[in-house]
């Protein structure tokens, strides 16, 4: 899983419609056929500004036990039915549905707002579209009768979702045109898309893109993103399905003369890519944005569309392992548009530095282990790609050093530095072994100086020389 959130708030001084052909909607075929109602059941039924969620269990239960937990939302958020409770618990980290006299039951009708809600480390449970359309995660509803195993290897739950006349769904990669679609909800769950709009296929991808979206940014994805499809492709293997994108935007807000929010979240999931961008900043002519906003967007596509080609099937990370799939994603993102041509010399540069000199401030006050529970997830993106450009900077092929690393992971070698560190050595890698453990050490931390020359002999490896630091300021 991976979640990418961007949110600043300063003050100031037609996405691939017409490059390909539309998807065929199916007329009143369901997503899958019916299956046998397992032990919990998971129905999602769209009411205007609210999605009403209802639980049935094929035998009464105690108690319903939530499967993915990002903080107190859920109880905050969520109305019950009189007589129920919903418990978040932070010590155990836990939400839990019961009666409140503790009497068994089996059917319950929970109430939740259809709204964009940025969670920390998942995905938002809805991502409102202009035309209201709604992109919906279905892991936030995912709950277990009684309780969660704490081995759910292979888990799975039947879902379905209740389609409005005049709209279709998007589950599972088809276009599903019924009163009902059906599916069974594994692992991290998937974005399901209800509304009007009718996706339209390229080549490269299958996009559902809000009718609202800028030109100032539909016009680069449009171009971008087939271009990073077919580089990676061509590095890590074609991906076996045709990934999905979903773009929605919200309204931008009421806000005083002058002040400007900037506001987006990205993520991928298997197949997916889908972002939503919120603020008044996307209102904006590209000519009033900065250098920085302006190489934003090419490095946050490049950085989603690399994690498409890190997924290996079943095999589980810890939060602490972040640095390697986000700064991996970060390193790739920034060798794919060095390759393609798509930032300056001096834009990449200013990239690359700015992201090691907010690691090594960030590793001035902690090791990296510490990074999430202090509330420094962005430092697993900056200091990951550290030491992933050290590795180039040694001479190795970065898609060769992922290829041999998903190559371990899929033998059964685990998720983590040391399988990482065993490919350095593979590759010669030594200063790159060194600084992955250096950056989690609990003293003699690298600093800025030292790692600076890692962009510097990044540039060499490319043949070509090192803009110089003093003119990055305004690029």
Not at 117 to 126: E, G, H, V
């Amino acid at each position: 899983m991976t979640v990418r959130v961007l949110t600043t708030m300063f003050f100031a001084a037609s996405l691939i419609t017409g490059c390909g052909a539309s998807i065929d909607v199916k007329d009143n075929v369901l997503a899958h056929e019916t299956p046998v109602i397992p032990e919990l059941a998971v129905s999602l039924l769209p009411d205007g500004e609210t999605v009403r969620v209802d639980y049935r269990a094929a035998q009464p239960v105690s108690r319903i036990d939530f499967r993915r937990v990002a903080g107190p939302a859920r109880s905050e958020d969520w109305e019950t039915p009189d007589g129920f409770a919903l418990i978040h618990d932070s010590d155990a980290g836990t939400d839990v549905l019961s009666r409140v006299d503790g009497k068994p039951f089996s059917d319950v009708r929970l109430v939740v707002p259809a709204v964009y809600r940025n969670l920390p480390k998942d995905y938002a449970p809805f991502s409102p579209f202009s035309d209201a359309g709604l992109l919906i995660h279905s892991g936030r509803f995912q709950a277990c009768p009684n309780t969660c195993p704490e081995d759910d290897t292979g888990w799975s739950q039947h879902m379905s979702l209740i389609v409005p006349d005049g709209s279709h769904a998007i589950v599972d990669g088809e276009v599903v045109h019924a009163e009902v679609a059906n599916w069974v909800d594994r692992q991290d769950g998937q974005m399901v898309y209800l509304g009007k709009a009718v996706p339209v296929e390229t080549e490269q991808v299958i996009g559902v893109i809000d009718p609202a979206l800028p030109p100032s940014v539909s016009v680069p994805l449009s171009r971008l993103l087939p271009q990073l499809i077919t580089a990676y492709s061509a590095r890590f293997g074609a991906l076996p399905v045709k990934p999905q994108l979903f773009v929605s935007i919200e309204p931008p807000p009421m806000l005083p003369e002058g002040q400007i929010s900037f506001s987006v979240q990205g993520g991928t999931l298997p197949d997916q890519i889908f972002m939503h961008l919120m603020g008044n900043f996307w209102a904006l002519p590209v000519e009033e944005w900065g250098e920085d906003h302006k190489r934003f967007l090419p490095v946050f596509f490049a950085h989603e569309a690399a994690h498409l080609y890190q997924r290996v099937d079943g095999v589980e990370r810890e939060p602490d392992d972040s640095w390697i799939h986000e700064g991996g994603a970060d390193a790739l993102a920034l060798v794919v548009l060095r390759d393609l041509g798509e930032l300056s010399d001096a834009g990449l540069m200013a990239e690359t530095d700015t992201r090691l000199k907010s690691c090594a401030e960030g590793l001035a006050d902690m090791p990296l282990h510490r990074a999430v529970e202090e509330g420094r997830f962005d430092l697993h993106y900056f200091c990951g790609m550290a030491v992933m450009l050290s590795a180039v900077a040694e001479g190795a092929d970065l898609y060769a050093v992922w290829n041999a690393y998903l190559s371990k992971l899929q033998d059964g070698k685990p998720y983590g530095g040391d399988t990482l560190r065993s490919v350095f050595g593979d590759f010669g890698a030594e200063q790159a072994e060194k600084l992955s453990e250096r950056i989690n050490a609990d003293a003699e931390r690298p600093d800025y100086i030292e790692l600076q020359p890692l962009v510097d002999e990044w540039w060499k490896q490319a043949g070509r020389p090192s803009p110089a630091r003093d003119t990055l300021s305004d690029k």
